[in-house]
């Protein structure tokens, strides 16, 4: 059963596909267990307000109900807060005083107070759907509504209500990095200063399927079971144990296929806990899946950064210094991964693909009375990459340098490769300018006034924007791989890491099959189940193909030395004269062979277990080109072209990697013309709370999508990857963002903030006539 075709840079089209689009996919809804009762939870109709009695006499004689909890039920049975990690990453990112960030407890249910609207303050389970979301009409609690803040900008002002006694002014971290003195010097000396406020407007993650949990327990042996889509099975099964205060072990998890993840499936959620407790008061199944607007109050939401940037330059357009000061809204709650990503990333990508010398960054994250941030595709990447690209039009407009002469002039070149910056990240491979020239060429920049000109004669503006993008991929250096060779024939694939639609079934497969020689459909993909894989971080910070993959290389290579002694024996030759390659052990400098599955055979099967360790980070990284058209009149916009070049390393499977970029782009492009997470600032209720209120992207705003590689391989692992799922939402903003004030400069527009909506782009318009 050995395979000589290549695996490694082929588009095979994905294997789970078939079953995902003839409706045989499993994801959390799908699922059923005999004798399961439903959940329906009672939300906050307040932003802040103090609870002073729930009362549930009437809710619970309805029919159908089996019981109703609140807060004080769960405290009594034992249930903690949620573990934020503060107390073990929080040591990583102290405040520039060097105490932790504030860690206010964050538990399942809303306690004596509520802090956004849509916090839950009671369950009931019942025998129906139905009977659940009837009797939960009827819970009746009374509150004292409090003064809410939703403004990220505001949550530190003088009068602002305060959240939590643990974090005076609404400030969870008070962070700084680089150099101070050193930034102030470099701007101090420079002969030109530019300096941009920029809005990082909120985004509410929109999952195809809506969070779902099924959760059981067994009386006999103390152990629960929870259907969830998450994206690590490992880090939810930790948390769940440390809320519930059991052994992790106690607690399987199995997560099937997943309707997205984007980082906001990473956390914890209140309602997962809550039906674990409830199975085990009432010793009977309990599922919850979430309706759309649960999704929209609910689930961890993104962005919501305030930046502003100052760039200094010399004379000759060299880059002196970038001093950034940011202040991130973090929602009411601690979610244990949006603080530290948020710090993580903004520090590291600072510098993007520039050799800035000086640079220094102060982050202030706060607590508002909204719904809490978390890691989203990007995160802390977009804003240090939109706010330098946007910084550098700028710079251009008042040096006078061509734009792009003045990025040629500050990138870093290939062979300063590897390259520490001064933020400490040490960037791996790239070649940033050959990106820039090659997506120029792609999207005929020579060409571009003669398409603005002839726009001009239809009324329209015309505008063109370019951003050179990099982001760091990998995030927890661990990751667990586990191959078993049986003699049937089979390849068993076990790997910590998961997908949501990613595609993992498909790349990890081409992985294996192209280290043993064996056939992509002989390998079996074994489903994300911790009783199944037993070790795994997940898929988070475009590290599966860096770390699950590097993993899979190290079992698939333990395969074959550990096949190395039966193929001896059978051969009949020294184990140093055994080599392999192509799916066949060879004595060396002779024609006998014998197949890894023939081996496996003799053997009974063949096993490795891997738990990969690697600290370097890879840098994805490429360069975005959008061009669009504006009606002056009304402010629609339309995207005419956009040109996108990705260096993702090495592309596995480059059909897989152009479908990241599509779908990526379209998150982007989303942000930044579109997708408004918007509170009202007196109530503190969310508005665009349906997509009635909440534009998303179609297809129809989108011109054809064709991405070029042009791949660096990285020398930091085997296989040369850096991850590929977050590139298009770390450029596309930047792209968008230059290419709107490109087309609205000429008309004196001088700022447009995200989302650019019509009606933005329209009264930048206005006020720029009358001006």
């Not at 680089?178 to 509410?204: C, F, K, P, W, Y």
């Not at 959760?215 to 006999?220: G, I, L, T, V």
């Not at 020294?574 to 599955?597: C, K, P, Q």
């Not at 096993?607 to 840098?619: L, V």
Request: aromatic share 6%.
């Amino acid at each position: 059963m050995a395979s000589t075709e290549p695996t490694i840079g082929v588009s095979i089209p994905r294997l789970e596909d078939h079953r995902l689009l003839t409706g045989a996919g499993c994801f959390t809804d799908d699922i059923n267990l005999d004798g399961q009762a439903r959940a329906a939870f009672v939300r906050s109709p307040h932003a802040h307000a103090d609870i002073l009695s729930i009362d549930t006499t009437a809710a619970a004689a309805m029919p159908g109900v089996l019981a109703i909890y609140s807060a004080a039920d769960l405290l009594a049975g034992g249930v903690k807060p949620f573990p934020t990690d503060v107390d073990t990453r929080g040591l990583e990112s102290p405040n520039r005083d060097g105490s932790l960030m504030a860690d206010p407890p964050y538990y399942t249910f809303a306690n004596g107070r509520t802090r956004h609207v849509g916090a839950p303050v009671a369950m009931v389970i019942a025998e129906t759907l139905a009977d659940a979301e009837d009797a939960a009409q009827a819970v009746d609690i009374s509150y004292r509504p409090r003064k809410s803040v939703t403004d990220t900008g505001s949550a530190t002002a003088s009068d602002a209500p305060q959240l939590w006694d643990e974090a005076p002014n609404n400030i969870c971290f008070d962070w700084v990095a680089g150099d101070e003195d050193a930034t102030a010097q470099a701007l101090a000396r420079a002969d030109h200063v530019v300096s941009l406020d920029m809005v990082n407007n909120r985004i509410i993650t929109n999952f195809m399927e809506p969070r779902a949990a099924l959760a059981r327990f067994d009386s006999k042996t103390g152990n629960f079971l929870i259907h969830a889509g998450c994206q690590g099975l490992y880090t939810l099964q930790r948390r769940l144990a440390i809320s519930l205060g059991i052994e992790p072990a106690r607690i399987r998890v199995v997560s099937r296929d997943v309707g997205g993840g984007f980082g906001s499936r990473n956390v914890i959620y209140p309602e997962y806990v809550a039906v674990l407790w409830a199975a085990r008061q009432l010793d009977r199944p309990v599922k919850w899946t979430a309706r759309r607007d649960e999704e929209f109050q609910t689930t961890s939401q993104a962005r919501d950064t305030l930046l502003r940037g100052t760039l200094g330059l010399s004379r000759d357009g060299d880059f002196l210094a970038l001093r950034v000061d940011s202040t991130c809204n973090l929602g009411a709650y601690h979610t244990g991964n949006g603080p530290f990503t948020q710090l993580r990333n903004l520090t590291r990508m600072l510098p993007g693909v520039y050799k800035t010398p000086a640079l220094y960054l102060e982050l202030t994250g706060v607590f508002t009375n909204t719904v809490p941030i978390s890691s989203y595709r990007g995160v802390g990447r977009m804003e240090a990459i939109t706010l330098l690209e946007r910084l550098i039009d700028k710079a251009a407009a008042a040096t006078g340098i061509d734009r792009t002469e003045l990025r040629r002039r500050n990138v870093i070149p290939p062979e300063a490769m590897p390259h520490t910056t001064p933020m400490g990240g040490v960037y791996d491979s790239g070649t940033y300018a050959a990106n820039m020239a090659l997506t120029m060429e792609a999207a005929g920049w020579d060409s571009f006034e003669a398409r603005r000109d002839e726009a001009g004669r239809r009324g329209r503006r015309r505008g063109i924007g370019l951003c050179n993008y990099i982001e760091g991929a990998g995030g927890v250096p661990d990751e667990y791989a586990g191959l078993t060779v049986a003699g049937d024939g089979i390849v068993h694939l076990r790997a910590g890491s998961m997908s949501q639609g990613q595609g993992h079934e498909t790349t990890l497969r081409q992985i294996v099959a192209a280290e043993l020689g064996v056939p992509v459909h002989s390998i079996d993909y074994t489903a994300s189940d911790t009783d199944l894989i037993p070790a795994g971080v997940g898929t988070n910070a475009s590290r599966s193909i860096v770390r699950a993959g590097t993993a899979l290389v190290e079992a698939a290579r333990e395969v074959i030395e550990t096949g190395k002694d039966t193929a001896a024996r059978i051969l009949e030759a020294a184990r140093e004269d055994i080599s392999f390659s192509d799916g066949e052990y060879r004595v060396t400098g002779t024609d006998r062979t014998i197949d890894l599955i023939s081996v496996a055979s003799r053997a009974g099967s063949i096993n490795a277990e891997n738990n990969h360790k690697g600290s370097e980070t890879t840098y994805p990284t490429g360069c975005h080109i959008c061009e669009v058209e504006i009606d002056p009149e009304t402010g629609a916009l339309e995207i005419v072209a956009f040109s996108v070049v990705d260096d993702v390393g090495r592309a596995i499977n480059p059909m897989i990697v152009h479908g990241q970029s599509h779908g990526a782009i379209a998150q982007g492009v989303g942000q930044a013309l579109m997708e408004l997470g918007a509170y009202d600032k007196d109530s503190g209720q969310l508005l665009s709370g349906s997509y009635m209120d909440y534009c998303m992207p179609r297809a129809a705003d989108f011109p054809p999508l064709e991405p070029i590689q042009n791949d660096a391989p990285s020398p930091t692992n085997p296989l040369g990857v850096k991850g590929a799922g977050e590139g298009g939402t770390t450029g596309a903003p930047g792209a968008v963002m230059n290419a709107v004030m490109d087309a609205l400069a000429p008309i004196g527009v001088d700022h447009v903030d995200m989302p650019a909506t019509p009606h933005t782009i329209w009264k930048a318009i206005q006020r720029a006539r009358q001006s």
